[in-house]
Nanobody, 119 residues
Framework: VQLQASGGGLVQPGGSLRLSCGAS????????FGWYRQAPGKERELVAS???????KYADSVKGRFTISKNNAANMVYLQMDSLKPEDTAIYYC??????????????WGQGTLVTVSS
């Protein structure tokens, strides 16, 4: 099983993007998850997360602008990014605990999707 992320692209400052992430095999379900980002020359940082109970956390730099969510029926997770700024430019990664009937939750990383905020 793989974790697949999509939705990145080029957007102007003040614009919006929605990132999506899901398991490549429908029998695997998502438990806790988070979105990370890594800008050029910087370390990877946690942007937002949701635990198994649905409790969310956000980095101070994105509070009020980004929203993390999960669609259990579709087995997909999302990061809605509004009021984007140039400093949000980075490769965004999905990290999620996946499990199925035979495996307990274990963490997986998505392949990363590039978000560029520029005029």
């Amino acid at each position: 099983v793989q974790l697949q992320a999509s939705g990145g692209g080029l957007v102007q400052p003040g614009g919006s993007l929605r990132l999506s992430c899901g398991a490549s095999e429908s029998s695997w379900l998502i438990n806790a998850f988070g979105w990370y980002r890594q800008a050029p020359g910087k370390e990877r940082e946690l942007v937002a997360s949701m635990n198994a109970a649905g409790i969310t956390k956000y980095a101070d730099s994105v509070k009020g602008r980004f929203t993390i969510s999960k669609n259990n029926a579709a087995n997909m997770v999302y990061l809605q990014m509004d009021s984007l700024k140039p400093e949000d430019t980075a490769i965004y990664y999905c990290n999620a605990e996946l499990y199925d009937m035979s495996h307990s939750p274990r963490p997986y990383w998505g392949q990363g999707t590039l978000v560029t905020v520029s005029s």
